[in-house]
T-cell receptor, first 112, second 113 residues
Framework: DADVTQTPRNRITKTGKRIMLECSQT?????MYWYRQDPGLGLRLIYY???????NKGEISDGYSVSRQAQAKFSLSLESAIPNQTALYFC???????????FGQGTRLTVV | EDQVTQSPEALRLQEGESSSLNCSYT??????LFWYRQDPGKGPEFLFT???AGEEKEKERLKATLTKKESFLHITAPKPEDSATYLC??????????????FGKGTHLIIQP
């Protein structure tokens, strides 16, 4: 089993719909992250969390929200999806002292 | 603002032809510089972390080096299975280190048999 698991792997949704992407980890790490990847733009940080009581905005948080339900679970929501949120989304965890990050397999989201 | 620039954007090599990928960075205090490999449709996979200028790390045909302004990923006698996108990222020491990684756009490497 993967250390960082994302669901769903692929999703097509309509403009204006609410959608949630889920992430769970078995690494035991406190720190979790959501990134999006777009062709030509690379990976950009959306939100990150130190622990279940700590949520922080990243570089591109507008239009997104997150919930840290437990140490192992971190979900990303698009309250009202728009086409320019079409992208590949990655969840990651990291070791506190080394910063070494572990990524999930990604969720390919298409907003039509 | 932390910035990472990778070059070239794409590189095509013959099997066995050695080369280097470049990662230039500006960061408000470097906590660590990371190299990741990403295969199509998959998440980035950790390769190396470098923490201070002069440091070097090796793994099979890959060797990463670090100076105060840039890092190189040297690929020696590559094989087709080394084909992937290689990502460079930095983590700043200012900001608590939990701000996540700042990534470059990557170098898409193709090794032809």
């Amino acid at each position: 089993d993967a250390d960082v698991t994302q669901t769903p792997r692929n999703r097509i949704t309509k403009t204006g719909k609410r959608i949630m992407l889920e992430c769970s980890q078995t690494k035991g790490h406190d720190r979790m992250y959501w990134y999006r990847q777009d062709p030509g733009l690379g990976l950009r940080l959306i939100y990150y969390s130190f622990d279940v009581k700590d949520i922080n905005k990243g570089e591109i948080s507008d239009g997104y929200s997150v919930s840290r339900q437990a140490q192992a679970k971190f979900s990303l929501s698009l309250e009202s999806a728009i086409p320019n949120q079409t992208a590949l989304y990655f969840c990651a965890t990291s070791e506190t002292w080394t910063g070494k990050a572990f990524f999930g397999q990604g969720t390919r989201l298409t907003v039509v | 603002e932390d910035q990472v620039t990778q070059s070239p954007e794409a590189l095509r090599l013959q099997e066995g032809e050695s080369s280097s990928l470049n990662c230039s960075y500006t960061v408000s205090g470097l906590r660590g510089l990371f190299w990741y490999r990403q295969d199509p449709g998959k998440g980035p996979e950790f390769l190396f972390t470098l923490y201070s200028a002069g440091e070097e790390k090796e793994k099979e045909r890959l060797k990463a080096t670090l100076t105060k302004k840039e890092s190189f990923l040297h690929i020696t006698a590559p094989k087709p299975e080394d084909s992937a996108t290689y990502l460079c990222a930095v983590q700043a020491s200012i900001g608590g280190g939990a701000d996540g990684l700042t990534f470059g756009k990557g170098t898409h490497l193709i090794i032809q048999p």
